[in-house]
């Protein structure tokens, strides 16, 4: 008899970097929202509004496979994989072709569905394993580095050419991924559907909503700033092409970040290392809106994003760690939404109602809020961890961890 708690083995550097080019492109609509965004109002004469609501059916669609597909795709996981990576493909060329906004609507709907397919089968490859917030932080690097690269090329393509070959480009690098990415599901371990019906329910309501409250928290405020920072840049003096470019940049840099969890010994310091970034967000926050100029704007936003990065792959590794199929974190995205998609519909509002300091004390305040719940998380899944080893049975041995 094996024990149900046990984590499974790492996962090779190879499916790393294949799992991570599989994140890059399911999340990838989220990273060039304000370019997706612009090539529809321009394509269809449509205000930032209506574009806005167009582009943002991809990310409700993302949501929906989160919420409600994760069980299914984790029990067919080779299957879907292919599936959504052929799928993405033809969302984004339909989105080539389509002749008025309700078609494009639907194609990007659809092509956020089969994205979301592929963050399942992601999650459901990550469930469960040893030093899952290592993997996910080595994840989140390189699919960042993926994307953010992605960003700053298309930041210096003019906006004529934007309509169509935005949709193009995205077409042909997810179909030239195709075989790599067709074949990622083999590593959601067939023993996770046994597993899921084994040990669900048994994971503590008190550590997820932990978890959540962070997230949201975090994700929101981070949201929030994203939302006016060109409207920062505009009052720091900087005009609309030096904006974009140096968010583009920032934001490449700061996926760096991700490369702290991505250590092996980040692990034991795992508090320590989130309340510091936290604090570098606070710090940042201060900054950022205080700037008057290029520097303190571009360096404020690279030390923001990667605290952030920071952050993010410890809080999904502590939830990858107790989730027996993936379907945890994939329905944190959800709630990651809720958080992002409240934070933005504010800021504009309430930039404007308080000015950029007490804005930014704020969001320094939602910092500050979730530094106690991160607590509670860790302590959670080490109170979760403690008492599932004493139910480890006697007459087997615990699945080996192990490192390659």
Same mark, same amino acid.
């Given at each position: 008899?094996?024990?149900?708690? $046990?984590?499974?083995?790492?996962?090779?550097?190879?499916?790393v970097l294949r799992l991570a080019l599989?994140?890059?492109?399911?999340?990838? /609509?989220?990273?060039?929202?304000?370019?997706?965004?612009?090539?529809?109002?321009?394509?269809?004469?449509?205000?930032?509004?209506?574009?806005?609501?167009?582009?943002?059916? &991809?990310?409700?669609? +993302?949501?929906?496979?989160?919420?409600?597909?994760?069980? !299914?795709?984790?029990?067919?996981?080779?299957?879907?994989?292919?599936?959504?990576?052929?799928?993405?493909?033809? /969302?984004?060329?339909?989105?080539?072709? %389509?002749?008025?906004?309700?078609?494009?609507? *639907?194609?990007?709907?659809?092509?956020?569905?089969? &994205?979301?397919?592929?963050?399942?089968?992601?999650?459901?490859?990550?469930?469960?394993?040893?030093?899952?917030?290592?993997?996910?932080?080595?994840?989140? #690097?390189? $699919?960042?580095? +993926?994307?953010?690269?992605?960003?700053?090329?298309?930041?210096?393509?003019?906006?004529?050419?934007?309509?169509?070959g935005l949709f193009i480009l995205l077409?042909?690098?997810?179909?030239?991924?195709?075989? =790599?990415?067709?074949?990622?599901?083999?590593?959601?371990?067939?023993?996770?559907?046994?597993?899921?019906?084994?040990?669900?329910?048994?994971?503590?309501?008190?550590?997820?909503?932990?978890? !959540?409250?962070?997230?949201?928290? @975090?994700?929101?405020?981070?949201?929030?700033?994203?939302?006016?920072?060109? @409207?920062?840049?505009?009052?720091?003096? =900087?005009?609309?092409?030096?904006?974009?470019? #140096?968010?583009?940049?920032?934001?490449?840099?700061?996926?760096?970040?991700?490369?702290?969890?991505?250590?092996?010994?980040?692990?034991?310091?795992?508090?320590? @290392?989130?309340?510091?970034?936290? +604090?570098?967000?606070?710090?940042?926050? *201060?900054?950022?809106? /205080?700037?008057?100029?290029?520097?303190?704007?571009?360096?404020?936003?690279?030390?923001?994003?990667?605290?952030?990065?920071?952050?993010?792959?410890?809080?999904?590794?502590?939830?990858? &760690? *107790?989730?027996?199929?993936?379907?945890?974190?994939?329905?944190?995205?959800? %709630?990651?939404? @809720?958080?992002?998609?409240?934070?933005?519909?504010?800021?504009?509002?309430?930039?404007?109602?308080?000015?950029?300091?007490?804005?930014?004390?704020?969001?320094?305040?939602?910092?500050?809020?979730?530094?106690?719940?991160?607590?509670? $998380?860790?302590?959670?899944?080490? $109170?979760?961890?403690?008492?599932?080893?004493?139910?480890?049975?006697?007459?087997?041995?615990?699945?080996?961890?192990?490192?390659?």
């Open positions: 008899m094996n024990d149900l708690s $046990a984590t499974l083995p790492d996962l090779p550097r190879s499916a599989t994140y890059a492109i399911a999340v990838n /609509g989220m990273v060039l929202t304000p370019f997706l965004v612009a090539a529809v109002m321009r394509r269809f004469g449509l205000n930032e509004g209506a574009a806005t609501g167009a582009v943002g059916v &991809e990310i409700i669609g +993302l949501a929906v496979s989160c919420a409600i597909f994760p069980r !299914w795709i984790a029990r067919a996981a080779h299957a879907f994989a292919a599936i959504g990576v052929v799928g993405t493909v033809l /969302g984004q060329l339909s989105s080539v072709f %389509v002749q008025s906004v309700v078609s494009m609507t *639907v194609a990007r709907g659809l092509t956020g569905l089969f &994205e979301g397919m592929l963050f399942v089968v992601v999650a459901a490859s990550v469930a469960h394993r040893a030093s899952s917030d290592k993997l996910w932080g080595q994840i989140n #690097l390189v $699919a960042g580095v +993926l994307n953010g690269s992605i960003l700053v090329g298309v930041s210096y393509v003019p906006e004529a050419a934007l309509s169509r077409a042909g690098l997810v179909a030239a991924s195709i075989p =790599l990415v067709s074949r990622v599901g083999v590593h959601a371990s067939s023993v996770l559907p046994a597993r899921a019906g084994q040990t669900r329910g048994k994971v503590p309501l008190g550590l997820i909503l932990a978890i !959540w409250v962070v997230t949201v928290l @975090i994700y929101g405020v981070q949201a929030s700033q994203w939302a006016v920072a060109g @409207i920062v840049g505009a009052h720091s003096g =900087l005009s609309a092409s030096s904006i974009g470019i #140096l968010l583009s940049v920032s934001s490449l840099l700061g996926f760096a970040g991700a490369a702290v969890p991505a250590w092996d010994g980040s692990r034991r310091y795992r508090l320590g @290392i989130i309340l510091l970034a936290q +604090l570098i967000m606070v710090g940042s926050l *201060v900054s950022f809106f /205080g700037s008057t100029g290029a520097t303190t704007y571009f360096v404020s936003q690279v030390t923001l994003n990667t605290a952030f990065f920071v952050v993010i792959p410890f809080l999904t590794g502590m939830l990858s &760690e *107790v989730d027996p199929d993936g379907s945890l974190v994939s329905r944190t995205v959800v %709630v990651t939404l @809720i958080g992002a998609g409240v934070g933005t519909v504010m800021a504009g509002s309430q930039f404007a109602a308080f000015g950029a300091a007490r804005f930014s004390y704020a969001m320094c305040l939602g910092i500050a809020a979730a530094a106690p719940f991160v607590w509670l $998380a860790l302590r959670g899944a080490a $109170a979760y961890g403690s008492r599932q080893m004493s139910l480890t049975p006697l007459d087997g041995p615990p699945v080996a961890a192990t490192h390659r």
